[in-house]
């Protein structure tokens, strides 16, 4: 299994920026895809950007688009979802994801490692 360990979660007021990143164990990062999603409570996992193994490729969500940014620094086997503009409704717990393909990158049934979440609050 591919662990990836989240950070950068917090709380910001509206208009405030925030960064997440995603570590992944030396030696698969460089193979794997990255989503990120959000959820909220009675909500299913949202779609929120992902990135091609080279970085080459990305997907943002029409919701964030203009104000995230998704990248990668496979040398420091890193992803990051750098947030600004922060709204009330972009609050929640961000994850990290993981996989081999990014066919259907914005389906959450298709990735098959998880972070353990971050929680992103931002206030009005």
């Known amino acids: 299994q591919v662990p990836l360990v989240e950070s950068g979660g917090g709380s910001v007021q509206a208009g405030g920026s925030l960064r997440l990143s995603c570590v992944a164990s030396?030696?698969?990062?460089?193979?794997?895809?990255i989503g990120w999603f959000r959820q909220t409570p009675g909500k299913e996992r949202e779609f929120v950007a992902a990135?091609?193994?080279?970085?080459?490729?990305?997907f943002t969500a029409d919701s964030v688009k203009g104000r995230f940014t998704i990248s990668r620094d496979n040398a420091a086997n890193t992803a990051y979802l750098q947030m600004n503009n922060l709204k009330p409704e972009d609050s929640g717990v961000y994850y990290c994801?993981?996989?081999?393909?990014?066919?259907?990158?914005?389906?959450?049934?298709?990735?098959?490692?998880w972070g353990q979440g971050a929680q992103v609050t931002v206030s009005s």
């Open positions: 030396a030696g698969f990062f460089s193979n794997i895809v």
């Open positions: 994801a993981a996989d081999e393909s990014l066919l259907r990158y914005n389906d959450p049934e298709t990735y098959k490692y």
């Open positions: 990135i091609s193994r080279s970085g080459n490729s990305k």
